[in-house]
């Protein structure tokens, strides 16, 4: 049975930083096949940062110089640090993972950050 889990969330100022974490556990996702979403409170989720096929990394617009996304291959982990973050930040993070036709979401970590 696959599954996602995240977890690294929490409450912070306007300015500080967290570090998400979405272990995968009964299945191997290629690089490029998993993702981080968010979703605000009244708002459709949406994408924030992925991986490119190359083994590179993308993101959204709204945290493009303040997100870094990595992978831990050896223990089936993907990461998100996010820096300087912004009350518009608040969300629910959710990593996703596609393996042939299934696509596949955590429960979600929530992220507050206070103004």
């Known amino acids: 049975q696959v599954q996602l889990a995240e977890s690294g969330g929490g409450l912070v100022q306007a300015g500080g930083s967290l570090r998400l974490s979405c272990v995968a556990s009964?299945?191997?996702?290629?690089?490029?096949?998993m993702d981080w979403y968010r979703q605000a409170p009244g708002k459709q989720r949406e994408w924030v940062a992925g991986f490119t096929t190359g083994g590179g990394a993308w993101y959204a617009d709204s945290v493009r110089g303040r997100a870094t996304i990595s992978r831990d291959n050896a223990n089936n982990t993907m990461y998100l640090q996010m820096n300087r973050l912004k009350p518009e930040d608040t969300a629910v993070y959710y990593c996703?993972?596609?393996?042939?036709?299934?696509?596949?979401w955590g429960q979600g970590t929530q992220v507050s950050v206070s103004s």
């Open positions: 009964g299945s191997r996702f290629s690089i490029d096949d």
């Open positions: 996703k993972g596609v393996r042939g036709s299934n696509v596949y």
